[in-house]
């Protein structure tokens, strides 16, 4: 299992930029070199949506469509925490963010099917 504390959300206009914050530790006997962190969204009434994605190993990441050149996912192996930087945030990308981590690479990390461990959340709102 991955422990994970999410945390930098808050209230911005529209056309800002906010950093989130994932802090991770591994299970005993693992490191998160074995794990893909990922951080989802999830809006009152919506199902939760994938953002992008990382594998700690190679730092490879992969975005959803609608975020890309607009959010970066990043990691700090120093300090085990895994980034979310949003810019030119909308009033759509208002939802409560989650930082997730699974063991594979793939398609499948779209979907929240092979995740292992989530964290608690943490309220991004966008103005108009």
């Known amino acids: 299992q991955v422990q994970m504390v999410e945390s930098g959300g808050g209230l911005v206009q529209a056309g800002g930029s906010l950093r989130l914050s994932c802090a991770a530790s591994?299970?005993?006997?693992?490191?998160?070199?074995?794990?893909?962190m990922s951080w989802f969204r999830q809006s009152p009434g919506k199902e939760r949506e994938f953002v992008a994605a990382?594998?700690?190993?190679?730092?490879?990441?992969y975005y959803e469509d609608s975020v890309k050149g607009r959010f970066t996912i990043s990691r700090d192996n120093a300090k085990n925490t895994v980034y979310l930087q949003l810019n030119s945030l909308r009033p759509e990308d208002t939802a409560v963010y989650y930082c997730?981590?699974?063991?594979?690479?793939?398609?499948?990390?779209?979907?929240?099917?092979?995740?292992?461990?989530w964290g608690q959340g943490t309220q991004v709102t966008v103005s108009s």
């Open positions: 990382i594998m700690w190993s190679t730092g490879y990441t």
């Open positions: 997730a981590a699974a063991n594979l690479w793939g398609t499948l990390l779209r979907t929240t099917t092979p995740y292992i461990g």
């Open positions: 591994a299970a005993s006997g693992r490191t998160l070199d074995d794990y893909t």
